[in-house]
């Protein structure tokens, strides 16, 4: 079979009958009208094989992230994703990898009506970029610049799984079968918080998604917002291969992961202390864990209580991509 | 110097006052409004050393075309630039590299009201990746379906200068000292016609730009429209270096580099017979030189008619990004 040429690649894994699109893919742009009373939210994502993924990973799982970071960064902001493009570089058109690539990308964007208007494909070192747009009612946006003093600080789900698959991947540590089934699926499949980032709406003062760590992200939080913070080190949820390793000789390297390890995709927000009531309610309808995990104070910094309400010394710093 | 953060390369090189947008850079994601009336044009393009451009070339003229290509795509659809997002693999902070790129992608997006509203870097092997949002108003996008038979064909500025300057690059042909300044320039700093796409509403039929060559992309414009094509090749608008190697021994390859050479951002457009006499006005009126090449027939494939009225047997494809 003769190697498929660019055009044929769109047209025959991502051109598929257009949806909400006024114009999908196949002409020079998309064309796509907005709800009325709603402001366009977009955001851009690169991932880069052997820094975010691996060159030998599932491509149905490397198809699923790499959209699945760009709907976390919509979930963040509060915003309904509605359109996506991907832009990619691969060394070469391998139909079997694209095709498993495509089922994992899609099965992603039909779970949350996400349509792909938009691609371009090029030869070049495996290479992928995701544009994903969505629409959040005018002035609702959670931005990261709104948390007060006083507010609480909670996350979703539990925090460090993928960073202990990576540091099992890189022989750092040794986990469990049982354990490594469920951090590498954080990993590799990690679940973007759309519904919550919705609902978080006219809630929520500040919020983020931990891509880099929780010190990290949560420190641009505080950033923009002009304000500190205090967090709880026990109250950080965490998996059973997490509470293992705090609790034993790997304790430093566990602490880290949980602390700034990136790649979990959960959100972190805040929320004034007189609303804490109505998370527990929100969590039961969402079916998705969520912890209160400190406070937002007025003096600048993180500060992390220690088990025995001591100060953490030396914070592990957040995931920095530039970093070797 | 210690090195920059990823944090750091975008807060230094790419975030600039907010304009128009509700939130730029430095949040999980941009917000923006749309004008009344108007839909959402948006766009993504892939740029690999070594492919799109050279490793070696002069990053402000990278910084341009990274941008440029992107904005043909606003032109060739009729749409309205107003905001872009960078995503780029980088090899390494190199801090002068790094301004010299944003200098020149800031001087082009300064030149059309462009705002850049959100980024994303990380390491990698040099790759870009530019997404364009334009506004056009409803209904008014200029498509690749709508050329009818016995519509004019015509091009903007003139044709294969950029493959020249490739061509000569590669050893495959040489140019004059005085020739290559001019194709070079075509090949690194290329215009992107905004404003002709934008004055082209109302009274274009179909639209596309030249990326990938005049027989390739004006082949996409009669496969969307279900017609055919006759091309006058003495028409077609060319330089002075084209007009040379045509009537030379290398008239083979500079035929290749008009009909099918990539990278000229030119537009292609048709128009319905009778406003033919509309566009010279416009022409004088814009400061560029449009060519009428050519008549939209019902039979499909392209004809292209050289100088002695005889057809021209085997034509030349248009680029491929997935070519060897």
């Given at each position: 079979?003769?190697?498929?040429?660019?055009?044929?690649?769109?047209?025959?894994f991502f051109?598929?009958?257009?949806?909400?699109?006024?114009?999908?893919?196949?002409?020079?742009?998309?064309?796509?009208?907005?709800?009325?009373?709603?402001?366009?939210?977009?955001?851009?994502?690169?991932?880069?094989?052997?820094?975010?993924?691996?060159?030998?990973d599932?491509?149905?799982?490397?198809?699923?992230?790499?959209?699945a970071v760009?709907?976390?960064?919509?979930?963040?902001?509060?915003?309904?994703?509605?359109?996506?493009?991907?832009?990619?570089a691969?060394?070469?058109?391998?139909?079997?990898?694209?095709?498993?690539?495509?089922?994992?990308?899609?099965?992603?964007?039909?779970?949350?009506?996400?349509?792909?208007?938009?691609?371009?494909?090029?030869?070049?070192?495996?290479?992928?970029?995701v544009?994903?747009?969505?629409e959040?009612?005018?002035?609702?946006?959670?931005?990261?610049?709104?948390?007060?003093?006083?507010?609480?600080i909670?996350?979703s789900?539990?925090?460090?799984?993928?960073a202990?698959?990576?540091?099992?991947a890189?022989?750092?540590?040794?986990?469990?079968?049982?354990?490594l089934?469920?951090?590498?699926?954080?990993?590799?499949m990690?679940?973007p918080?759309?519904?919550?980032?919705?609902?978080?709406?006219?809630?929520?003062?500040?919020?983020?998604?931990?891509?880099?760590?929780?010190?990290?992200?949560?420190?641009?939080?505080?950033?923009?917002?002009g304000?500190?913070?205090?967090?709880?080190?026990?109250?950080i949820?965490r998996?059973?291969?997490?509470?293992?390793?705090?609790?034993?000789?790997?304790?430093?390297?566990?602490?880290r992961?949980l602390?700034?390890?990136?790649?979990?995709?959960?959100?972190?927000?805040?929320?004034?202390r007189?609303?804490?009531?109505?998370?527990?309610?929100?969590?039961?309808?969402?079916?998705l864990?969520?912890?209160?995990?400190?406070?937002?104070?007025?003096?600048?910094?993180i500060?992390?209580?220690?088990?025995?309400?001591?100060?953490l010394a030396?914070?592990?710093?957040?995931?920095?991509?530039?970093?070797?």
């Amino acid at each position: 079979m003769a190697a498929l040429t660019e055009f044929e690649v769109i047209e025959r894994f991502f051109r598929r009958p257009s949806g909400s699109a006024t114009l999908g893919i196949g002409d020079d742009a998309a064309l796509v009208a907005l709800s009325p009373g709603c402001e366009l939210a977009v955001s851009v994502d690169m991932l880069v094989s052997g820094r975010h993924f691996f060159a030998n990973d599932d491509p149905e799982s490397i198809g699923h992230k790499t959209l699945a970071v760009n709907l976390s960064d919509m979930a963040a902001i509060g915003a309904t994703p509605r359109w996506a493009l991907l832009a990619g570089a691969l060394p070469e058109v391998d139909t079997v990898w694209l095709a498993a690539f495509a089922r994992g990308l899609f099965a992603l964007a039909d779970a949350h009506h996400v349509e792909l208007i938009g691609g371009d494909t090029t030869r070049g070192p495996l290479t992928l970029s995701v544009t994903i747009l969505g629409e959040v009612p005018t002035g609702q946006a959670l931005l990261r610049s709104g948390a007060k003093p006083g507010d609480s600080i909670w996350v979703s789900g539990r925090l460090g799984d993928a960073a202990l698959a990576l540091a099992h991947a890189q022989r750092q540590l040794a986990l469990h079968i049982e354990e490594l089934a469920a951090c590498a699926r954080a990993l590799s499949m990690p679940i973007p918080r759309v519904a919550l980032g919705e609902r978080l709406r006219g809630i929520a003062t500040a919020a983020i998604d931990i891509s880099d760590g929780l010190t990290g992200d949560l420190g641009h939080v505080l950033h923009a917002s002009g304000v500190g913070a205090t967090i709880d080190l026990a109250a950080i949820p965490r998996g059973a291969a997490m509470k293992r390793l705090l609790s034993g000789a790997e304790r430093e390297l566990a602490l880290r992961c949980l602390l700034a390890g990136g790649d979990d995709y959960e959100l972190c927000f805040t929320v004034p202390r007189g609303r804490d009531s109505s998370l527990g309610d929100l969590a039961r309808e969402l079916g998705l864990a969520l912890a209160r995990i400190g406070t937002i104070d007025d003096r600048a910094g993180i500060v992390v209580r220690d088990e025995s309400g001591r100060d953490l010394a030396d914070l592990p710093r957040g995931f920095d991509h530039f970093a070797p």
